[in-house]
Protein backbone atom coordinates (compact mmCIF):
# COMPACT_ATOMS: atom_id res chain seq x y z
CA UNK A 1 0.00 0.00 0.00
CA UNK A 2 0.95 3.66 -0.32
CA UNK A 3 3.17 5.12 3.08
CA UNK A 4 5.46 7.67 3.83
CA UNK A 5 8.75 7.54 5.57
CA UNK A 6 10.19 10.49 7.00
CA UNK A 7 12.83 10.98 9.51
CA UNK A 8 12.98 11.01 13.07
CA UNK A 9 12.76 14.28 15.03
CA UNK A 10 13.49 16.14 16.59
CA UNK A 11 15.77 18.10 14.77
CA UNK A 12 17.40 20.84 16.26
CA UNK A 13 19.66 23.45 14.58
CA UNK A 14 21.23 26.59 15.61
CA UNK A 15 19.37 29.79 13.42
CA UNK A 16 20.64 30.38 9.98
CA UNK A 17 21.68 26.78 10.01
CA UNK A 18 21.30 24.45 6.46
CA UNK A 19 17.92 22.42 7.02
CA UNK A 20 17.22 18.84 5.82
CA UNK A 21 14.55 16.73 6.67
CA UNK A 22 14.49 12.89 4.42
CA UNK A 23 10.92 11.77 3.15
CA UNK A 24 10.84 8.49 1.21
CA UNK A 25 7.90 7.16 -0.37
CA UNK A 26 5.98 4.03 -1.24
CA UNK A 27 2.86 4.78 -3.83
CA UNK A 28 1.36 2.59 -7.17
CA UNK A 29 1.76 4.73 -9.84
CA UNK A 30 2.71 8.54 -9.50
CA UNK A 31 1.75 10.15 -7.09
CA UNK A 32 1.65 14.12 -5.61
CA UNK A 33 3.79 14.80 -2.98
CA UNK A 34 3.31 17.44 -0.59
CA UNK A 35 5.16 19.08 2.31
CA UNK A 36 2.92 20.13 5.09
CA UNK A 37 3.66 22.47 8.73
CA UNK A 38 2.25 22.44 11.83
CA UNK A 39 2.44 25.03 14.30
CA UNK A 40 1.95 24.76 18.08
CA UNK A 41 -1.52 24.36 18.35
CA UNK A 42 -3.03 25.11 14.73
CA UNK A 43 -3.91 23.14 11.59
CA UNK A 44 -1.97 21.86 8.86
CA UNK A 45 -0.55 24.23 6.25
CA UNK A 46 0.29 23.58 2.59
CA UNK A 47 4.18 24.35 2.47
CA UNK A 48 4.91 23.03 -0.51
CA UNK A 49 4.24 20.43 -3.37
CA UNK A 50 5.39 18.66 -6.57
CA UNK A 51 3.01 16.31 -8.99
CA UNK A 52 5.19 14.87 -11.06
CA UNK A 53 8.94 13.85 -11.15
CA UNK A 54 11.77 16.28 -11.48
CA UNK A 55 9.29 18.88 -10.18
CA UNK A 56 10.43 21.33 -7.49
CA UNK A 57 8.05 22.66 -5.39
CA UNK A 58 8.98 25.64 -3.06
CA UNK A 59 7.82 28.52 -0.68
CA UNK A 60 8.63 30.63 1.78
CA UNK A 61 12.77 29.25 1.55
CA UNK A 62 11.65 26.23 1.46
CA UNK A 63 12.43 23.75 -0.98
CA UNK A 64 12.12 19.93 -2.09
CA UNK A 65 12.25 17.87 -5.64
CA UNK A 66 10.10 15.01 -6.91
CA UNK A 67 12.46 12.36 -7.04
CA UNK A 68 10.79 8.95 -9.00
CA UNK A 69 14.52 7.24 -9.03
CA UNK A 70 14.87 7.58 -5.39
CA UNK A 71 11.53 7.64 -4.48
CA UNK A 72 11.96 10.77 -2.46
CA UNK A 73 11.10 14.33 -1.71
CA UNK A 74 14.01 15.76 1.03
CA UNK A 75 12.65 19.23 2.33
CA UNK A 76 15.35 21.71 2.60
CA UNK A 77 16.00 25.34 3.17
CA UNK A 78 19.39 27.42 3.61
CA UNK A 79 19.14 28.99 6.20
CA UNK A 80 16.52 28.38 9.21
CA UNK A 81 14.94 30.97 11.05
CA UNK A 82 13.71 30.57 14.81
CA UNK A 83 10.28 31.30 13.36
CA UNK A 84 10.37 28.12 11.14
CA UNK A 85 10.32 25.72 14.57
CA UNK A 86 7.21 23.52 13.94
CA UNK A 87 6.46 19.96 13.15
CA UNK A 88 6.47 19.15 8.97
CA UNK A 89 4.93 16.20 7.62
CA UNK A 90 5.24 14.69 4.45
CA UNK A 91 2.31 13.49 2.69
CA UNK A 92 1.24 12.12 -0.77
CA UNK A 93 -2.34 11.81 -2.74
CA UNK A 94 -2.55 9.86 -6.07
CA UNK A 95 -4.26 11.45 -8.99
CA UNK A 96 -8.59 11.11 -8.63
CA UNK A 97 -7.79 9.17 -5.20
CA UNK A 98 -9.61 10.36 -1.68
CA UNK A 99 -7.22 10.20 1.00
CA UNK A 100 -4.17 11.76 1.59
CA UNK A 101 -0.82 9.61 3.50
CA UNK A 102 0.98 11.48 6.24
CA UNK A 103 4.44 10.50 7.24
CA UNK A 104 4.84 10.88 11.18
CA UNK A 105 6.19 13.73 11.52
CA UNK A 106 9.38 15.87 12.46
CA UNK A 107 9.83 18.17 14.44
CA UNK A 108 11.97 21.18 14.01
CA UNK A 109 13.51 23.67 17.08
CA UNK A 110 15.59 26.18 15.70
CA UNK A 111 17.21 28.01 18.77
CA UNK A 112 18.52 31.59 18.20
CA UNK B 1 -10.00 34.11 2.90
CA UNK B 2 -12.34 32.04 4.52
CA UNK B 3 -11.22 28.99 5.94
CA UNK B 4 -12.06 25.59 7.27
CA UNK B 5 -14.14 26.21 10.46
CA UNK B 6 -14.64 23.27 12.89
CA UNK B 7 -16.65 23.86 16.53
CA UNK B 8 -16.19 23.47 19.15
CA UNK B 9 -12.11 23.59 19.62
CA UNK B 10 -12.22 22.22 22.92
CA UNK B 11 -14.40 19.19 24.34
CA UNK B 12 -14.01 17.38 27.22
CA UNK B 13 -16.01 14.51 28.04
CA UNK B 14 -16.12 11.62 30.55
CA UNK B 15 -16.15 7.77 29.09
CA UNK B 16 -18.80 6.15 28.01
CA UNK B 17 -20.26 10.05 26.95
CA UNK B 18 -21.09 10.78 23.32
CA UNK B 19 -19.25 13.78 21.11
CA UNK B 20 -20.13 15.64 18.11
CA UNK B 21 -17.80 17.47 16.31
CA UNK B 22 -18.62 19.94 13.58
CA UNK B 23 -16.79 20.93 10.31
CA UNK B 24 -17.69 23.71 8.05
CA UNK B 25 -15.38 23.40 4.99
CA UNK B 26 -14.07 26.32 2.36
CA UNK B 27 -17.08 27.81 0.15
CA UNK B 28 -17.59 25.94 -3.12
CA UNK B 29 -15.54 23.08 -1.44
CA UNK B 30 -17.30 19.30 -1.99
CA UNK B 31 -15.00 17.68 -0.22
CA UNK B 32 -14.52 17.07 3.56
CA UNK B 33 -12.09 14.37 5.16
CA UNK B 34 -11.70 13.76 9.12
CA UNK B 35 -8.24 13.04 10.24
CA UNK B 36 -7.39 11.96 14.16
CA UNK B 37 -4.08 13.25 15.40
CA UNK B 38 -2.99 11.55 18.87
CA UNK B 39 -0.31 13.24 21.15
CA UNK B 40 2.71 13.26 19.05
CA UNK B 41 1.50 11.33 16.23
CA UNK B 42 0.98 11.94 12.35
CA UNK B 43 -2.95 12.54 11.31
CA UNK B 44 -4.78 9.47 10.85
CA UNK B 45 -6.81 9.23 8.32
CA UNK B 46 -10.96 8.29 9.07
CA UNK B 47 -13.31 9.33 6.41
CA UNK B 48 -14.25 11.34 3.99
CA UNK B 49 -17.30 12.63 2.23
CA UNK B 50 -17.43 13.89 -1.77
CA UNK B 51 -21.08 15.67 -2.54
CA UNK B 52 -22.88 14.13 0.79
CA UNK B 53 -21.94 10.47 0.04
CA UNK B 54 -19.19 8.90 1.98
CA UNK B 55 -15.95 8.51 -0.36
CA UNK B 56 -13.31 6.37 1.47
CA UNK B 57 -13.03 5.04 5.19
CA UNK B 58 -10.13 4.98 6.48
CA UNK B 59 -9.31 3.82 10.79
CA UNK B 60 -12.66 5.11 11.86
CA UNK B 61 -13.99 2.79 14.95
CA UNK B 62 -17.42 1.41 14.48
CA UNK B 63 -18.53 3.66 17.46
CA UNK B 64 -17.88 6.50 14.99
CA UNK B 65 -20.03 7.70 12.65
CA UNK B 66 -20.49 10.77 10.22
CA UNK B 67 -21.79 12.59 7.52
CA UNK B 68 -22.44 15.32 5.01
CA UNK B 69 -24.78 17.94 4.80
CA UNK B 70 -26.87 19.81 1.96
CA UNK B 71 -24.65 22.67 3.03
CA UNK B 72 -21.09 20.91 2.39
CA UNK B 73 -20.87 20.71 6.32
CA UNK B 74 -19.65 17.36 7.98
CA UNK B 75 -20.19 16.34 12.06
CA UNK B 76 -18.45 13.34 13.12
CA UNK B 77 -20.70 11.70 15.97
CA UNK B 78 -18.27 9.36 18.82
CA UNK B 79 -20.47 7.22 21.24
CA UNK B 80 -19.02 5.69 24.18
CA UNK B 81 -15.84 7.08 24.35
CA UNK B 82 -12.62 5.96 25.15
CA UNK B 83 -9.62 7.01 26.97
CA UNK B 84 -7.75 6.27 23.81
CA UNK B 85 -9.92 8.54 21.69
CA UNK B 86 -8.84 11.59 24.02
CA UNK B 87 -6.53 13.28 20.45
CA UNK B 88 -6.91 16.26 17.82
CA UNK B 89 -9.41 15.72 15.77
CA UNK B 90 -8.76 18.13 12.42
CA UNK B 91 -11.20 18.36 9.52
CA UNK B 92 -9.81 19.31 6.07
CA UNK B 93 -11.34 20.12 2.81
CA UNK B 94 -10.60 20.02 -0.87
CA UNK B 95 -12.23 20.95 -4.45
CA UNK B 96 -12.94 17.72 -6.20
CA UNK B 97 -11.99 14.99 -4.16
CA UNK B 98 -8.08 16.47 -3.74
CA UNK B 99 -7.67 15.85 -7.33
CA UNK B 100 -4.23 16.74 -9.13
CA UNK B 101 -5.45 20.07 -10.28
CA UNK B 102 -5.57 21.25 -6.63
CA UNK B 103 -4.18 18.92 -5.18
CA UNK B 104 -4.26 20.72 -2.08
CA UNK B 105 -5.99 19.38 1.34
CA UNK B 106 -6.95 22.99 3.57
CA UNK B 107 -7.34 21.88 7.37
CA UNK B 108 -9.15 23.86 9.82
CA UNK B 109 -6.88 24.08 13.19
CA UNK B 110 -8.61 21.36 15.01
CA UNK B 111 -11.17 20.46 17.82
CA UNK B 112 -9.23 18.90 20.88
CA UNK B 113 -11.16 16.00 22.68
CA UNK B 114 -10.19 15.13 25.87
CA UNK B 115 -11.96 11.94 27.35
CA UNK B 116 -11.80 11.69 31.03
Known amino acids: GDSVTQMEGPVTLSEEAFLTINCTYT??????LFWYVQYPGEGLQLLLK?????DKGSNKGFEATYRKETTSFHLEKGSVQVSDSAVYFC???????????FGSGTKLNVKP | AAGVIQSPRHLIKEKRETATLKCYPI?????VYWYQQGPGQDPQFLIS???????DKGSIPDRFSAQQFSDYHSELNMSSLELGDSALYFC???????????????FGEGSRLTVL
Open chain 1, 50 to 54: ATKAD
Open chain 2, 92 to 106: ASSQGQGRIETGELF
Open chain 2, 49 to 55: FYEKMQS
Open chain 2, 27 to 31: PRHDT
Open chain 1, 91 to 101: ALTRYNFNKFY
Open chain 1, 27 to 32: ATGYPS
